[in-house]
């Protein structure tokens, strides 16, 4: 089995240049079956969940060719509307098909994308808006068949959350679509602004991205477009917890400061140098962190909840009581018990977890739960006393290109292994 081999102590110094958001490239990604043309898409991380994508565009029709970090998709052809079970399952975000599907083809048929680590997955709202928008969906066991018998016409929209997959499956699906669409409580996540600026560019009209109500005046045709995916703001509060845990400093290349301001601000409040100057982010901590903070979870632009795990390592090296709620998410603290493995001494109260004093860790063994739990115990076996082998690193891998030369480039001691 893969994992990493990870030996703790040594303090992170140098720079890394962060990579493409995953979360925009996915949406992206989808949006690219309504342009019956090439779409050129830079900044796009190698990723699973990417690759994921890529295949369920060439399942469709697309012809899809990747360069290094530059993603084509031609889906002139298209013509294809079934998803395989399998590849529903691979990823959460598949669902971000379903719009573009019946909008391209006019008809879908997907199987529910199902829950995962964090918990069920509900999609009451994407159906509900898209049912506004004259989708029809039947279940036929654990198929959806999804349909346009009228076409595509805009609505006035109201999420009763502001989900992000849910805004971006309706800024999708009403792109190419007769009439004027206005959703409102839209989710107002950097990503879905960069889901609009790239089909803006294709020739959508699209205004308020960002905001809690986006308008989208529906066009006939989208055209060709080249765009280049915003950076990853989570992978970057990875590797400033990184830096935090091992005392060290770094400098995150193309780090985007401007959409992160609750999670530097966190990094601040304990103590650390925080500095943002062309394109990049400089972080310098020292060796005792003082402080006693307390970190709930929203939407944006409150904290991240994909980076709460990211941050309950760092409570491990801090001299006071430090909490985090999460408010998002139903099963985001699976790792916890992991993370109490290294002697971390974490303890949950409903969706809570408390670290009443600094600890010292030491190696242990451990096993990734989700993507950015298995992060988090990345970064807490970076401060462990002694070796720490952490397996299913799968689930890191659909979100961070790259994390075990990223953070030996910096003076991790941590390899790749097989155990
Ligand atoms: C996106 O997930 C991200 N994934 C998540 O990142 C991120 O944690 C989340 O937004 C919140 O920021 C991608 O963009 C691919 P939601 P999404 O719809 O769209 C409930 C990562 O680590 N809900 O805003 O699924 C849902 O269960 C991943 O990269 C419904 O009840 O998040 C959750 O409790 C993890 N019904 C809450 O809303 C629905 O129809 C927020 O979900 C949809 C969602």
């Known amino acids: 089995m893969r994992g990493y081999s990870i030996c703790g102590g040594n303090k992170l110094q140098g720079s890394l240049r962060i990579q493409g958001a995953k979360n925009s490239a996915l949406p992206i990604l989808a949006a690219t079956l309504l342009i019956k043309d090439k779409s050129i898409i830079h900044n796009c991380p190698q990723l699973s969940d990417v690759d994921a994508a890529i295949k369920i565009l060439i399942t469709l029709g697309c012809v899809c060719v990747r360069d290094e970090h530059t993603v084509i998709v031609d889906a002139t052809d298209a013509a294809n509307f079934e998803v395989s079970r399998a590849l529903m399952h691979k990823m959460r975000s598949s669902i971000m098909f379903l719009g573009a599907m019946v909008s391209r083809m006019g008809k879908a048929v997907i199987s529910n994308p199902g829950g995962c680590e964090l918990g069920p997955r509900p ?20 198929l959806l068949i999804c349909t346009a018998p009228n076409g595509i016409r805009g609505a006035d929209i109201t999420l009763r959350f502001p989900s992000v997959g849910a805004t971006e499956n309706v800024i999708i699906t009403a ?44 066009v006939s045709r989208l055209c060709t477009v080249e765009h280049e995916v915003i950076s990853d703001r989570i992978v970057a509060a990875t590797y400033l917890s990184a830096a935090a845990v091992t005392g060290g400093c770094l400098e995150l290349k193309g780090c985007p400061a401007y959409n992160m301001t609750s999670v530097l601000k966190f990094f601040s409040d304990i103590g650390c140098s925080i500095k943002a100057k062309n394109n990049s982010v400089f972080i310098r901590c020292g060796e005792r962190l003082k402080s006693s903070t307390k970190t709930v979870t929203d939407v944006y632009p409150g904290f991240p909840t994909d980076a709460g795990p ?96 990223s953070l030996s480039g910096v003076g991790a001691d941590l390899k790749e292994i097989e155990f």
């Open 123 to 142: 999609i009451d709202m994407h159906l509900s808006a898209l049912n506004r928008l004259g989708i029809k969906v039947s279940e036929q066991d654990d």
């Open 175 to 218: 792109a190419v679509s007769k009439g004027t669409t206005v959703l409102r409580n839209a989710a107002k996540e950097p990503e879905i602004s960069d889901l609009a600026d790239f089909l803006n560019r294709a020739g959508a009209k699209i205004s308020g991205a960002g905001s809690d109500t986006v308008t989208i005046e529906g």
């Open 310 to 405: 990211l941050i309950l390592p760092v409570f491990t090296v801090i001299d006071g009581q430090n909490s985090l709620e999460e408010t998002i998410f139903e099963n985001r603290f699976r790792y916890v018990p992991e993370l109490n493995k290294l002697g971390a001494e974490i303890i949950m109260k409903n969706q809570t977890a408390y670290c009443l004093k600094r600890q010292r860790l030491h190696g242990a063994d451990l096993s990734c739960t989700d993507l950015r739990g298995g992060a988090a115990l990345i970064i807490a076996s970076l401060a462990a006393e002694g070796v720490s082998r952490v397996s299913e690193i799968h689930h890191i891998e659909r979100g961070y290109y790259r994390l075990a030369q």
